[in-house]
């Protein structure tokens, strides 16, 4: 059964600790993408990565940081240099990156007080 | 930067009728598509369309695009109440590598 799994569903954490959030695909994509969505917005790229060992920042990367040691795996990590961290997160892949279908996990919400 | 816009925001309908949603965008694109976000969820692609067509079906979706106009319309024919969603679009604004997402059109079909 092939997809995308992110864990955990729901996340607390309390002000100053980094968090690390879990994506993981089998659909043997080459392209991840992490997104931030809070309520009545659009999703917001925070990083991507185009094949493993690399990634790239995107619109939204301060505060967070990336690692893509497998295929299969993209983890985020939400630092405490983020301001507002409380939010839905999202994780995607595609088949390489660009104007392809891109393929979302359920998403992590993240509640830090 | 917000590269698509969906109009309405939020649109409500009764079971059975029809719900249009429209998309409008800045740059040149290489496709656009659309997908379904149901509350607390994950988001499902539902239909891509390239810049050289100017419409597409996939079972109750019909969607088109003007590129002159750059606008995309999502249409949703013989509603249902579980097609209650938000629908996003999303454009490669030519780059080759991320997807912009709009922020959204909210629909709820009443039973």
């Known amino acids: 059964d092939g997809g995308i799994t992110q864990s955990p569903k729901y996340l607390f954490r309390k002000e100053g600790q980094n968090v690390t959030l879990s994506c993981e695909q089998n659909?043997?994509?080459?392209?991840m993408y992490w997104y931030r969505q809070d309520p009545g917005q659009g999703l917001r790229l925070i990083y991507y990565?185009?094949?493993?060992?690399?990634?790239q920042k995107g619109d939204i990367a301060e505060g967070y940081s990336v690692s893509r040691e497998k295929k299969e795996s993209f983890p985020l990590t939400v630092t405490s240099a983020q301001k507002n961290p409380t939010a839905f997160y999202l994780c995607?892949?595609?088949?390489?990156?660009?104007?392809?279908?891109?393929?979302f996990g359920p998403g992590t919400r993240l509640t830090v007080t | 930067s917000q590269q698509g816009e969906e109009d309405p925001q939020a649109l409500s309908i009764q079971e059975g009728e029809n719900a249009t949603m429209n998309c409008s965008y800045k740059?040149?694109?290489?496709?656009l598509q659309w997908y379904r976000q149901n509350s607390g969820r994950g988001l499902v692609h539902l239909i891509l369309?390239?810049?050289?067509?100017r419409e597409k079906h996939s079972g109750r979706l019909r969607v088109t695009l003007d590129t002159s106009k750059k606008s995309s319309s999502l249409l949703i024919t013989a509603s249902r109440a579980a097609d209650t969603a938000s629908y996003f679009c999303?454009?490669?604004?030519?780059?080759?590598?991320?997807?912009?997402f709009g922020k959204g059109t909210l629909l709820t079909v009443n039973p």
């Open positions: 995607a892949s595609s088949i390489a990156s660009g104007p392809y279908e891109q393929y």
């Open positions: 659909l043997n994509h080459d392209a």
């Open positions: 990565s185009q094949i493993v060992n690399d990634f």
């Open positions: 740059t040149s694109i290489n496709n």
């Open positions: 369309i390239r810049s050289n067509e």
């Open positions: 999303a454009t490669d604004g030519g780059s080759n590598y991320k997807l912009t």
